[in-house]
Structures are given as structure tokens and as C-alpha cells.
């Protein structure tokens, strides 16, 4: 009966709208068991998406924390670049100042014994690298390589108590010698006359007197002068003007390696080319000699006088008229 009953109703909803108000109202009521069937799925969903969301939001941040990180790696670096690259343009600027041919180097290692101020460098042999060889920075002179490896130099600094240079003032050309006093800010000037004309704040550059570094590099600031009148010398410190415990990147200065003997050999060899080259300049226009006088024997040649130019005879006076005697 119920079967017939389900199909009857199932046949007139399928073909009338009689039916229709009452589904509507049948919906109402079925709608609660509906939404108890779906509830278990419904919070199952609800969890899991939760719980997935969650995991998202973690992993995102901590994605994000990471970002952040390599950013804030990326600033610090930026700004040590940006500072590497004021020190580097710094360092281009004072090469164009420099005639001579230089090669960029890197400070690379310092040497740990704390009486020796002495550095190492990238450079060495393969790139042209040579003892005695002057380096500086962006400011002025840091010192000279004293050992040379295939592939780094070892750089004794202007501050080594081992090491001195010959300077001049740059005020009025005073010479002296700036030795190294141990402390890696300041050098001291040797045998200054107490009476010399030097005072704080001369700038002090390389006089080239020593054939090892070129002349009118910028070495030291004078400092202090203290004059005894019981000394013959003058007590004078200066601070160098290269950042010698700063610097990471400098110069080295490809100079003449030639002693001054050869220098003064080639520069008149150089001279004697010259002149054997120069054009050969034609003798003055002689005059044209005199007559020849026969010579006397025992007689001094004279030379004969210049002949005197021809003077006109004076016009003949017509004669006198004679006079008649009476």
C-alpha cells in the first residue's frame, strides 16, 4: 500500500503542481535532520581547514621571518658596500693625483706580533709586485714591501720602530727623517734643529732623498714641538695621514727601480743621442778676401786697408782776364 501510495504521489508531483505547497511545508520539517546528518561532516571541514589554515599562517611566517632576515643581511651588506665604494672612489681619486703606473691591492692578514707593524697584501710576484716598493692609500704613504710571495708581499708600515723615511715640510721645504715610534699613531721627526721653523700642523711629504719613495707623497701631520733650550734638538711627533689601521684597500706604486747611477747614465746617454741626432747648424758667411800681396821675405804680412771711395775732382776756374798796360 505505502509502495503504491509513494508512487502515485511521486507520478502527480512529476506531472501536476498540486503538490508543491506541500513539499515546501515537508522541507521545513526535514531541514533540522538534514543539517543534524551533515553536522559531523560540517565540523570536520571546519577543523581541518582550521587546523590547515593555522599551519599556513606558521609557515608563511615563519617563510616571512626568514625574508626578513635575509633582507636585513642584505641592508647591512648593502651599507658595507656603499662604504667599500666611498673608500674605493676615494682611492680612484687619489691614483688619477699619482703619474706614476699603480696596482690596486687588498689587505688580506696582519701580522700578530704586537712590536712589528707589518701587514700582508694579495699582490705579490705574478702581478709585478717588488722589494721596496712604495704602497699608500687614499690619504698618503703606508710603507714598503719588504718580502714578496708568488702571490701576496708582506708591507712594513711607516709606524715600524724598524723603518724611517726622508721628508720635507711642505711649508717651507725643511728637511728631516720621519721614524717610526712603535705606535701606529704617531711618528717622530729625528735631529730637528730647536731653532728649526717647523710648527703643529706642517704637512709633511716625502722628499724623495732616500731613492725609495718618489717625492711629494703626503706622509704626516705635525702634531706637537716641544723646544728645551737645554737640547741641541727639538722634540716633534706627527700623525700619519694614511688611515694605517683603517685601510683595507691601497696602491702599489710602479717607480724607477734603477739606482741613481744608472739613472744619470741613461739620462746622458739619452743626451748624447740627442745631440747626434740635433741638425747641423751652417757656418756664418765669410767675407770674400782682399787682393793678394805678394810676400817679402822677412817682411810682416799687412793686411790691406779697405780702398777709400772715389772723390770727383773739383771743376777746372777759368784763367784770369790779363790786364792792359798803359
Avoid at 6 to 16: I, K, P, T, Y
Avoid at 246 to 272: C, F, G, I, Y
Amino acid at each position: 500500500m505505502l509502495v503504491v501510495l509513494s508512487a502515485v504521489l511521486m507520478v502527480v508531483d512529476a506531472r501536476f503542481t498540486v503538490l508543491q505547497p506541500l513539499r515546501a511545508q515537508m522541507g521545513l520539517l526535514v531541514e533540522p535532520v538534514f543539517w543534524v546528518g551533515r553536522l559531523p561532516v560540517t565540523l570536520w571541514k571546519a577543523a581541518t581547514q582550521e587546523l590547515s589554515s593555522r599551519n599556513e599562517l606558521v609557515a608563511e611566517n615563519e617563510k616571512l621571518k626568514a625574508e626578513m632576515l635575509l633582507l636585513q643581511r642584505r641592508v647591512q651588506k648593502l651599507a658595507a658596500l656603499t662604504e667599500q665604494n666611498v673608500r674605493l672612489r676615494e682611492l680612484l681619486n687619489s691614483s688619477s693625483l699619482v703619474e706614476e703606473k699603480v696596482i690596486a691591492t687588498e689587505l688580506i692578514g696582519i701580522d700578530p706580533n704586537p712590536f712589528t707593524h707589518r701587514i700582508l697584501i694579495d699582490k705579490g710576484e705574478q702581478d709585478g709586485v717588488f722589494l721596496g716598493q712604495p704602497v699608500l692609500d687614499a690619504r698618503g704613504l703606508m710603507g714598503q714591501v719588504v718580502e714578496v710571495m708568488p702571490y701576496a708581499a708582506r708591507v712594513l708600515l711607516l709606524t715600524d720602530t724598524s723603518h724611517s723615511i726622508p721628508v720635507q715640510v711642505n711649508r717651507n721645504g725643511l728637511r728631516a727623517i720621519a721614524a717610526g715610534s712603535g705606535n701606529p699613531e704617531r711618528l717622530e721627526l729625528r735631529h730637528v734643529a730647536d731653532t728649526a721653523d717647523i710648527k703643529v700642523g706642517d704637512l709633511l711629504v716625502s722628499s724623495g732623498m732616500g731613492q725609495r719613495f718618489p717625492a711629494g707623497y703626503p706622509v704626516a701631520m705635525v702634531s706637537e714641538v716641544i723646544h728645551d733650550s737645554g737640547q741641541p734638538f727639538a722634540i716633534v711627533r706627527a700623525v700619519p695621514t694614511a688611515a694605517l689601521n683603517r685601510s683595507r684597500h691601497m696602491l702599489l706604486v710602479d717607480v724607477d727601480r734603477r739606482s741613481a747611477e744608472e739613472r744619470a747614465t741613461a739620462a746622458a746617454e739619452a743626451q748624447q743621442q740627442a745631440d747626434s741626432q740635433a741638425p747641423a747648424v751652417p757656418d756664418a758667411a765669410v767675407p770674400a778676401p782682399g787682393p793678394a800681396v805678394p810676400a817679402v821675405p822677412g817682411a810682416t804680412a799687412v793686411t790691406p786697408a779697405p780702398a777709400l771711395p772715389a772723390v770727383e775732382a773739383a771743376p777746372a776756374l777759368p784763367p784770369a782776364d790779363s790786364q792792359e798796360t798803359h
